[in-house]
C-alpha cells in the first residue's frame, strides 16, 4: 500500500465547524453540498446553515450558495439530480424550540432557488439524512438515522416522496444505525444496509419483509453496500480484531464482499492492518459499470492523533487494481462519501481537523483521484466561500443593477471605487438586488465591492461609458 504526497487537497481554511456530506459529478461538472456554520460560538449555540459548491474538473469553484434562512443547531443535507434539477434534502434541528424538520428543496443547476416543502417534528430528535435516491417508479427514497439532543441514536427512519416533496411513506420506527438504502428492481425490493451483520428487505411500503444476514465473524460489521452486477451487491465494512482483549483499544481492519441477492457470498478480501483503527465511509462505495471505488479512514483514533484516507480501486470480483492512502501531515480525517467521476476517477469528500486543533475544529476536504490512483487537483489555494453577483449592464451609462444569484442572501453593505481606489459611492441596505444610480461619476473602470448579510464579501469590477 502506497502513501501519497499531500499537495492536492482542496482544504477550507476559511470556514471552521463545516463538512461536505454528498457529492456527484453532472454535466462535466462537480457538486456538492454540506454545512458550514455562521458563527464562532461554542458548540451547543453554535448555528449551522447548508452550503451548495459547483466545481469544474479541474477543481476550480464556478458557484456557490449559502442558506441563510434555515439556521440549525445541527444540519445533515443530501441531494439527487432529476434532469436539470437538484433536489435536496436537509434534515436539521433547532435547539431553542427543540424542533426538528426535513426540508425538501428544489434548485437548478445555477443553485437558483425553485421550490422548498418543510416537515416538522414534535418528538425533539435529530434527523440526520443518510442516503437520497430515486427508485424505478420515479419516487424519491430518503433514509436516515434520528438520534436524541445528547447523541444516542434512537432509531432509524425512511421516507418516500414524489419528485414535487410530497410524502407518500414514512417508517420512523426502524433499529438500525445509520441506514443506507439502495433500489433492487429485479426482486422489486429495497434493500437497507445498516451498521450491523444484516441487510433489511424492504418493500414498496417501507415495510421490512425479510433480513438477510452477511456475517463473517462476530465482530464484522457493513456499513454500505453497491449493486455492480445482475445478482450482485459490492459491500464494504470492518472487522474488529481485538475485542476484550486487555491493553488494545479494538484495532479494526476494513473488509468488503460480494453477495447474490440472496444472501450467499461470492467473493472476500480484507485489508489485514492489524495495527490500526480504520472505518468505511457512510457512503463507501461507487461503481461506474466497470470498477469499483471504496473509501475509508485508516489509523482513524478519537484522540487527536493523525489519520489517512484509503481509497481502493476493485474489479467486480474484489481484486484491487491499487490501495492508497492520502492525507496531510498532522491532520484527522472523517471520510462521508466517495462517488465515480467520468474520467474514471473518483472523487473523495469528508471533513478534517488539524492534531492542534480543538475538539470541534472540523473543516471540509476535496480530495480528486484519477484511474491510477493519482491525485488530480494539485493546487494550493483553499476553498472559501463566494458569492455569486450578476451587474447589469455592463458597460453601463447611467444606472446599474446589482443581483445576488442566490435570493436567500441580501446585501449588507456596498461601495464603488475609482482605478485609483477612491470611494465613490457607498450604499447600506438589505435586500438581494441594488439599482444605483451612477450617471454622475466619470467614465472609466470602477469595481463595486460588498457585504452579505453573512459576512461575505464580494466584488466584481464594470465600466462606465
Known amino acids: 500500500m502506497a502513501f501519497a504526497q499531500t499537495n ?88 431553542q424550540n427543540q424542533i426538528s424538520f426535513i426540508d425538501f428543496y428544489k434548485y437548478d443547476l445555477n443553485f437558483n432557488f425553485i421550490q422548498k416543502k418543510s416537515y416538522q417534528f414534535v418528538d425533539s430528535n435529530r434527523y440526520r439524512i443518510s442516503k437520497v435516491i430515486k427508485d424505478e417508479f420515479n419516487n424519491i427514497i430518503v433514509s436516515g438515522v434520528k438520534s436524541s439532543v445528547t447523541g444516542w441514536f434512537m432509531g432509524s427512519f425512511l421516507v418516500k416522496f414524489t419528485l414535487q416533496g410530497d410524502t407518500i411513506k414514512t417508517n420512523m420506527n426502524y433499529n438500525n444505525d445509520i441506514p443506507y438504502i439502495f433500489d433492487v428492481p429485479s426482486v422489486d425490493k429495497y434493500y437497507c444496509c445498516a451498521v450491523n451483520n444484516y441487510l433489511n428487505v424492504i418493500n414498496r411500503d417501507l415495510i ?76 463507501g462505495v461507487s461503481y461506474n459499470g466497470h470498477d469499483v471505488f471504496c473509501s475509508w479512514e485508516y489509523n482513524y483514533h478519537y484522540i487527536n492523533s493523525p489519520s489517512k484516507i484509503g481509497v481502493g480501486k476493485f474489479n467486480k470480483s474484489l481484486q484491487p487494481e491499487w490501495i492508497k492512502h492520502f492525507g496531510k501531515l498532522n491532520a484527522q480525517y472523517v471520510v462521508s462519501k466517495v462517488t465515480t467521476t467520468s474520467d474514471g476517477g473518483c472523487l473523495v469528500v469528508g471533513s478534517y481537523r488539524k492534531t492542534s486543533f480543538v475538539n470541534d475544529d472540523w473543516r471540509y476536504f476535496i ?53 485609483q481606489g477612491k470611494e465613490v459611492i457607498s450604499k447600506r441596505i438589505n435586500s438581494s438586488q441594488l439599482k444605483l444610480d451612477i450617471s454622475d461619476i466619470s467614465s472609466g473602470v470602477y469595481l463595486i465591492k460588498g457585504q452579505t448579510n453573512t459576512g461575505l464579501s464580494f466584488s466584481r469590477k464594470f465600466v462606465k461609458e
Request: overall charge negative; some cysteine.
Open 8 to 95: 492536492y487537497f482542496k482544504h477550507d481554511l476559511a470556514n471552521m465547524y463545516s463538512d461536505i456530506n454528498d457529492v456527484e459529478e453532472y454535466n462535466g461538472n462537480y457538486y456538492f453540498v454540506g454545512y458550514v456554520s455562521n458563527n464562532v460560538a461554542i458548540a451547543e449555540n453554535r448555528q449551522y446553515n447548508f452550503i451548495l459548491y459547483k466545481m469544474d474538473d479541474s477543481g476550480n469553484i464556478v458557484n456557490t450558495m449559502i442558506n441563510n434562512t434555515d439556521s440549525s443547531n445541527y444540519c445533515y443535507p443530501r441531494f439527487y439530480f432529476n434532469g436539470d434539477t437538484i433536489l435536496l434534502i436537509n434534515g436539521y434541528y433547532n435547539e
Open 208 to 283: 421490512k419483509v425479510n433480513q438477510i444476514s452477511v456475517m463473517d465473524t462476530f465482530f464484522s460489521f457493513y456499513s454500505s453496500a453497491e449493486i455492480i452486477g445482475a445478482d450482485s451487491i459490492f459491500m464494504i465494512g470492518y472487522r474488529i480484531m481485538t475485542w476484550g482483549q486487555p491493553g488494545y483499544d479494538n484495532r479494526r481492519n476494513i473488509i468488503f464482499k460480494t453477495i447474490d441477492y440472496q444472501g450467499n457470498t461470492l467473493n472476500f478480501y480484507e485489508i489485514n492492518t492489524p495495527d490500526t483503527i480504520s472505518y468505511p465511509a457512510f457512503e
Open 367 to 419: 480530495l480528486k483521484v484519477n484511474s491510477e490512483g493519482l491525485a488530480t487537483f494539485i493546487k494550493h489555494t483553499d476553498i472559501k466561500v463566494q458569492v455569486g453577483i450578476s451587474i447589469y449592464p455592463n458597460p453601463v451609462i447611467d444606472e446599474v443593477t446589482i443581483t445576488l444569484i442566490n435570493p436567500m442572501q441580501s446585501i449588507k453593505d456596498i461601495a464603488i471605487f475609482d482605478i
